[in-house]
């Protein structure tokens, strides 16, 4: 396959005259990549964390707000998922741009993803008024009126700052493309632990319990997507929305989200198949599952790394880089999951306990860790070369590999494990298939290279 040539900005993006594409080489050293994966790794954390805070605080107000809060979190979590969809969908077009020399025309991805996120948070702000007390109602199972009712308030208040969440995620996204890495990390861990000291005042002093989780969370969202959005004012680009653009970007955040969903459905058949099998498997299910999150979520820093550095060296019409990029991450992430590995296999007869005090769920918790541990190394590669497949634009492809992992792998195993009363070893080794048939089709793309002719004039 012959080397793809340095391409011409999109007409669709606003550019600058006399861009100099950027050299691609010296983006591939270890220093270079661990630059950008853990900056990326405290943004990705400081959420969850805040999470925890907030879940510590109302749980010394009892049983009531604790559940309201178990209850709406969910709910939340899904508009931080249509965040992260957002913002990756922003960094590979943004660092194609950057790669090709020309600065403006990455900041201008991130107007319009910014315009873009806007309008879906006041549109989600506003719809949550009127369905959070049927979300709530629907959640709870209607069986404690006091909790959905709670909920129910909580998400009201709470989805207030979904612009700003939105608003926070577009901006990571085009930052990450110019590989700007500090001002992020700024704009999501200030607010966040403003909000941390802001909600146990708010919640006890002044005696407003769980309005001012609420009240704190969406403080916190909003100041942080009022930081993003005035970092994008200072760079002094055209701020008119373009529908061509958000059209475009739409399209990549369609593909996302339908991957986002063929993931859903298949840890939620997980779910419901491991309940089947009894309390302490569902329960030890539900450690494992948790673990492997924290475990994707750390891994995911070096995905969001190789974005950021692929998509700069295809725009920059450097396919030599590129490759010499997805290698180099590939491995990292591969080593990343044997120490992992390593260090979860250690665990096995400790860490369990952390969780569950009954010892019918720590028994079954080792059935399933055994999966757990091993398939670690390859999912490291797998969230790797998602990372680069994301960077060269090839979404599309990514979506069809989810998809028919999930369909045509996990779930039937889900499905086969309960209908031959293989228990939780039978799920996790389902878990277990899914990320080998990804890691499979990656490969094959890598091997192909149709992954760099995408890159080079997307």
Do not use: K
């Amino acid at each position: 396959m012959s080397q793809p040539t340095v391409p011409t900005p999109a007409a669709d993006v606003p550019t600058s005259t006399g861009a100099t594409p950027t050299p691609g080489a010296a983006g591939a050293s270890v220093r270079r990549i661990a630059g950008l994966a853990l900056p990326a790794l405290v943004v990705l954390a400081a959420e969850p964390l805040y999470v925890l805070v907030d879940t510590a605080v109302l749980g010394h107000l009892g049983a009531v707000p604790l559940a309201a809060l178990a209850v709406g979190g969910p709910v939340m979590t899904m508009v931080v998922w249509i965040g992260t969809v957002t913002a990756y969908g922003t960094t590979g077009r943004a660092a194609r741009r950057f790669g090709y020399g020309d600065r403006a025309a990455a900041v201008a991805e991130g107007v319009q993803s910014s315009w873009l996120a806007l309008a879906a948070g006041l549109l989600l702000a506003v719809a949550m008024q009127f369905a959070a007390g049927p979300l709530a109602r629907t959640v709870a199972g209607g069986e404690s009126p006091e909790v959905a009712d709670g909920a129910a308030l909580w998400l009201r208040i709470a989805a207030i700052g979904a612009p700003g969440l939105l608003l926070a995620a577009a901006g990571n996204g085009w930052m990450r493309g110019v590989q700007d890495t500090r001002r992020p990390l700024y704009f999501v861990l200030g607010p966040n632990l403003l909000s941390a000291a802001l909600c146990p005042l708010l919640v006890y002093p002044a005696g407003l319990g769980l309005v001012g989780s609420a009240i704190a969370n969406a403080v916190a969202q909003t100041l942080s997507g009022l930081l993003f959005a005035g970092a994008l004012v200072a760079e002094r680009v055209p701020l008119a929305p373009l529908p061509r653009v958000i059209g475009n970007q739409l399209v990549l955040s369609r593909d996302l989200l339908i991957r986002g969903f063929a993931f859903q459905a298949s840890f939620l058949s997980a779910t419901t198949v491991a309940a089947r099998f009894g309390v302490a498997a569902v329960g030890a299910h539900q450690i494992a599952l948790q673990l492997w999150f924290f475990t994707a979520l750390l891994l995911d820093a070096l995905a969001i790394a190789a974005q950021s550095l692929v998509g700069a060296a295809l725009g920059a019409g450097d396919a030599v880089s590129a490759r010499q990029i997805a290698r180099r991450v590939a491995l990292f992430g591969g080593l990343c999951g044997v120490g992992f590995a390593v260090i979860i296999g250690a665990g096995a007869g400790v860490v369990p306990s952390w969780f569950s005090a009954d010892p019918q769920v720590r028994e079954q918790a080792l059935v399933a860790w055994p999966w757990f541990a091993g398939m670690q190394p390859l999912a490291g590669v797998v969230f790797a070369l998602d990372g680069v497949l994301i960077g060269a634009g090839d979404i599309r492809y990514l979506r069809n590999l989810t998809v028919l992992s999930a369909f045509g792998a996990f779930l039937p195993a889900i499905w086969l494990t309960f209908a031959f009363d293989l228990g939780l070893g039978g799920i996790w080794a389902g878990l277990t298939l899914f990320v080998v048939a990804r890691l499979v089709g990656l490969l094959l793309r890598m091997r192909s290279g149709r992954w760099l002719v995408l890159g080079a004039i997307r």
